[in-house]
């Protein structure tokens, strides 16, 4: 059957973003780290994985996740149906991993695909002191899935934030995830809730609002002023890389304009 995104009532205006990291640790073999049986040739233990920040559940939106390693390991597309969202190998090359997150049922969404690119080695600066120390590598990226205009149940999913324990899901009364309702009863619950979207850890006692928060809580590291430092962070970074191209780009004209003098001078001295 066609994928049909609009199977679904959906909840209109509204778009909930939830925030996560993927990557990769590899820690070097030594003579006091060797997992047994391990191939000769490998150098490196490496995990690779999908969590939430800070170690937060993020299972209530992800139900699966698919590695796809490099075609020599065997069984190279790996399936981890709960978390911890994660595939650990050994090896002794790098290479690029496919990441595929699939959605609870309630998305009624698109599996979405990422990339990573696996680090056994280190790079930066320090990076021949990190060798010589054996430090793990670590390579971690930030991201958001954004959900735009959710269906109302992944709405209600999305909302609600991780399952509370049953202690407090007991206290639960009408209009909780599992109750029945209209499609038209839910729409309509949906509109008034607009903006609705506490984070996991329940932002703070307010309503539930889908529009990130103006500062930083205790339970919500993400706000728009961190979106804000994390893009002077990332426009810095851009100064820094074009100011690095150009320089370059200024040795190799100098380095042709004295190859084509010694070109010359080996011209006329012939």
Not at 81 to 86: N, V, Y
Not at 248 to 253: G, K, L, Q, T, V
Request: hydrophobic share 35%; with cysteine.
């Amino acid at each position: 059957m066609p994928y049909d995104r609009f199977a679904k009532p959906r909840v209109k205006g509204v778009s909930i973003y939830r925030p996560f990291v993927f990557g990769s640790v590899a820690k070097p073999f030594t003579d006091d780290f060797r997992p047994a049986g391990v191939n000769a040739e490998h150098t490196h233990q490496w995990r690779v994985y999908v969590q939430g920040v800070d170690g937060e559940d993020i299972s209530y939106w992800l139900k699966r996740v698919q590695f796809k390693l490099h075609e020599t390991y065997a069984d190279a597309l790996r399936t981890v149906e709960a978390p911890p969202f994660e595939v650990m190998e050994t090896g002794w090359g790098e290479f690029d991993v496919q990441i595929k997150l699939h959605f609870v049922a309630e998305a009624n969404e698109k599996a979405a695909t990422l990339w990573h690119g696996l680090k056994l080695h280190p790079y930066g600066p320090d990076a021949e002191g990190q060798r010589e120390r054996k430090e793990s590598i670590v390579s971690q990226h930030y991201e958001e899935i954004l959900f735009n205009e959710p269906s109302e149940a992944l709405f209600e999913v999305l909302t609600s934030g991780p399952p509370a324990p049953q202690s407090a899901v007991a206290g639960r009364g009408k209009g909780s995830k599992g109750s029945k309702q209209s499609s038209s009863s839910a729409a309509a619950q949906a509109t008034t809730r607009r903006g609705a979207l506490a984070g996991p850890g329940g932002g703070g006692g307010g309503e539930r609002t889908a529009e990130i928060p103006h500062s930083d809580t205790p339970g919500n590291p993400y706000s728009q002023k961190t979106e804000g430092a994390e893009l002077d962070r990332l426009h810095e970074a851009l100064k820094t890389v074009d100011a690095m191209v150009n320089e370059e780009r200024a040795r190799m004209e100098e380095r042709e304009r004295i190859l084509k003098e010694l070109q010359c001078e080996a011209a006329k001295g012939k």
